[in-house]
């Protein structure tokens, strides 16, 4: 209700020139929009979990949207400095890439290459060169593949049935694997257990490896696009931000010392690990001199901001374009934000 509502507001602004009266504002030339994308289908990925994934023809159409409005696409690290310093050309924007999965490699640099857009990618860096799935993401990934059944969860170690009929079902199987594949298995124990429930939804799970799909780019996959120009940056090394300040900071110096081999520059810009912050983490941040760290609140990014705390638009399927462009003008943000 509230977003078609929302829509019809952002369609009148449209059309009755709001939407352009906006973007050459002084209050939006101010202002950073950094967009913020995880993957781009090989596959069907986006029909499993469009909140991540979309497919290459609808990147593509964001791109030129980007590109025919006039918006003005700067590398992270300079829009960063112009946002702080006030020379911020108008109608500006950033795109961020998180994880760094083989789809970027694959589907999305073409489409920067294409457009002349540079990008910066928050590679997480334990998985790269392992040449296996990551295990959350492909575990959720095979539960929707036997999706609409019930499977056996003695055949995976866990004492219960587990109920794939509904999306809420789903995803409480989805949690009890995850939990019980944390605190009882290994590496390779997590791919045994992908396996069996490939061979259980029906899926190749060779064929799914061959693909590459929900795989980590190799080291040398991220050194060939960092000397084409792409940015690499700190995303953590296991994709996970600890309470422990010691292995916080652990999880800032494996990943920063791995993109430095690969990259042969120093990151200093971070994202956190599924947009996952709290307070004691920016002191942390301060310490491993980190000088951007970017979140997925939805807003433009003002002098204002916190530099360790910047928001973020995660663009999706499920964002009309309507809504897409009201955020690159800047209307949607004076919008409620749920809905
Ligand atoms: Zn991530």
Redesign the pocket.
């Known amino acids: 209700m509230l977003k078609t509502l929302k829509r019809t507001v952002l369609r009148t602004a449209r059309n009755t020139g709001v939407f352009r009266t906006a973007a050459d504002s002084r209050w939006r030339q101010r202002r950073l929009l950094i967009l913020c994308y995880?993957g781009v289908s090989i596959e069907d990925e986006h029909e499993w979990n469009p909140e991540l994934y979309m497919p290459p023809a609808v990147l593509e159409r964001r791109f030129a949207l980007l590109r025919n409005n006039g918006f003005r696409v700067l590398p992270l690290d300079e829009a960063l400095s112009r946002l702080y310093s006030g020379s911020l050309p108008p109608r500006s924007v950033a795109l961020t890439f998180?994880?760094g999965f083989y789809d970027f490699y694959c589907k999305a640099y073409s489409l920067l290459k294409e457009f002349g857009f540079p990008a910066t990618v928050?590679l997480?860096t334990w998985y790269s060169g392992r040449n296996e799935p990551v295990f959350d993401p492909a575990c959720h990934y095979l539960l929707w593949k036997a999706r609409g059944g019930v499977l056996d969860g003695r055949q995976f170690g866990i004492a219960e049935q587990l109920d794939l009929s509904t999306p809420a079902a789903l995803d409480r199987a989805r949690w009890a694997l995850l939990n019980f594949a944390r605190h009882s298995l290994d590496e390779e124990g997590k791919q045994e257990l992908l396996k069996q429930l490939a061979r259980t939804a029906g899926v190749d799970y060779g064929e799914l490896v061959r693909k590459r799909l929900l795989q980590i780019m190799t080291p040398g996959e991220v050194c060939e696009l960092a000397r084409a120009g792409i940015d690499f940056q700190l995303?953590t090394h296991r994709?996970r931000t600890p309470s422990d300040r010691d292995l916080f900071l652990r999880e800032i110096r494996d990943n920063r010392e791995r993109l430095q081999a690969l990259t042969g520059r120093n990151p200093v810009h971070f994202?956190y690990?599924?947009g996952v912050h709290k307070p004691e983490f920016l002191p942390w941040l301060a310490e491993a001199s980190i000088a951007s760290a970017t979140t997925c609140e939805p807003d433009l990014a003002s002098p204002r901001s916190n530099p360790l705390l910047l928001p973020r638009l995660v663009d999706h399927c499920g964002l009309d374009e309507v809504e897409f462009e009201g955020w690159l003008c800047g209307c949607s943000a004076f919008l409620p934000r749920r809905g």
Do not use: L
């Open positions: 995880h998180d994880d928050y997480t995303h994709h994202c690990p599924s």
